[in-house]
């Protein structure tokens, strides 16, 4: 027999994107005009440990729809499973299991069922609650777009967006001083961002953490393009991406983060590179948070609002872990332990990846050989040191 709940809890977990908004708004609206009563967790998992539940009501959901951010706050170190309670003076972080302070809050507010946005993590930091009989619906968010189980995450379109006009914007600049440009994007260990922005940007080079890369081969690119006239190169990297050989580049270790990694830099180090290694000035430019703020594009407002309709339907229909998900053009749902199978990478065969590189942009792992033939052909102007 299935049951639908009355109190239902809603969180967002992780890193924010442009989207979350779009999603709250629409569960709160779909879940109240089904009669149900929505509670706002804060600052994700935890405003569960720390007991900081408010009501949703209908205003205050309504105008949020095109907000970047999130109405509730978020959190990306709060697994109550796992969770940081103190950090030594020669760096030992305290870890205790706080998920009873949770069961705590969930019986105080008689919450029902737990909608939980968020990414992989958040869909980790969910199971605990799963098991013990609580229904838990997880929203798939991240600019990453490497949930496993899901095509499509909402926020991504947005992050490409951001990307894709500074693409723009340093095509013009390196066209006028006859520079590399190199466009530093986020991702993780994916390189989703990078590769659809290096195609709408035009990138000459797109530089993924699913293909190592060769530092000669950029600058082989380079002088290519020198060779037919061109006066600028403009390469898009993701932050995982790493040379053959070589290993990601860190920009900080938080050791109380179940993340402790924050990738950034290796954009810094090819535009090092080429300035030192040819006759080509490079700049780099890391965009960094500027990828996750800001108002959602229609397409992440559009897909916030279906999978928030979705997962107030599934909890209506007393379905209990499951994971909303966009599969095969349309938004349906997996069990939410699916996620837990490892991110979703950037398949080499990738019908993006084929096109990218049927447009001449390399992604470091190889100069095509018609490109060298071209390049001698007419000449290179021998620019490589
Ligand atoms: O997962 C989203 C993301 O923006 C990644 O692309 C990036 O590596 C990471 O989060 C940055 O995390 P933080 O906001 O903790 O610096």
Redesign the pocket.
């Known amino acids: 027999m299935t049951t639908t709940p009355r109190r239902i809890g809603v969180l967002t977990g992780?890193?924010?994107?442009p989207g979350l908004n779009a999603v709250l708004r629409s569960v709160t609206k779909h879940a109240i005009q089904s009669g149900l009563d929505v509670h706002g967790i804060e600052d994700g998992f935890l405003g569960l440990i720390e007991n900081r539940v408010r009501d949703l009501r209908y205003d205050d959901v309504s105008g949020i729809l095109k907000l970047g951010g999130t109405i509730l706050g978020t959190s990306?170190k709060a697994n109550p499973a796992r969770f940081a309670t103190g950090q030594a003076e020669d760096g030992t972080v305290t870890w205790e299991d706080v998920t009873a302070d949770c069961f705590a809050t969930i019986e105080e507010h008689g919450l029902e069922a737990l909608v939980v946005i968020g990414?992989d993590g958040t869909m980790a930091c969910a199971q605990p609650f799963a098991a013990a009989g609580i229904p838990v619906i997880g929203v798939p968010k991240?600019?990453?777009n490497?949930v496993h189980g899901t095509e499509l995450t909402f926020g991504f379109q947005s992050a490409v967006e951001v990307a894709t006009e500074a693409l723009d914007r340093v095509h013009t600049t390196a066209e006028s001083h006859g520079r590399a440009l190199v466009v530093e994007v986020?991702?993780?260990n994916a390189g989703w961002?990078a590769l659809h922005a290096g195609i709408a940007g035009g990138a000459d080079v797109v530089l993924i953490p699913e293909i190592p890369f060769r530092l000669d081969h950029i600058l082989e690119q380079i002088d290519w393009r020198t060779s037919i006239g061109r006066r600028s190169t403009v390469i898009c990297v993701a932050?995982?991406a790493c040379m053959e050989g070589g290993e990601q580049v860190i920009h900080?270790l938080?050791p109380t983060?179940p993340?402790p990694v924050?990738?950034?830099g290796i954009g810094e180090q090819i535009a090092h590179e080429i300035d030192s290694r040819s006759d080509v000035e490079a700049r780099a430019v890391t965009l960094?948070?500027v990828?996750?703020g800001g108002s959602p594009v229609a397409d992440d407002r559009v897909l916030g609002t279906l999978f928030g309709a979705h997962a107030t339907r599934l909890l209506l229909d007393g379905a209990a872990n499951r994971m909303v998900a966009w599969r095969h053009g349309a938004v349906g749902d997996v069990d939410i332990t699916v996620p837990g199978q490892g991110q979703r990478t950037v398949p080499l065969d990738d019908p993006h990846v084929l096109a990218a590189r049927s447009c001449y942009t390399t992604f470091g792992d190889e100069v095509p050989r018609k490109l060298r033939e071209e390049a001698r052909g007419r000449g290179p102007r021998g620019l490589l040191r």
């Open positions: 992780g890193g924010d994107c990306n990414g991240t600019i990453d490497d986020m991702g993780r961002i932050e995982g900080t938080d983060s993340d924050k990738l950034g960094g948070h990828q996750r």
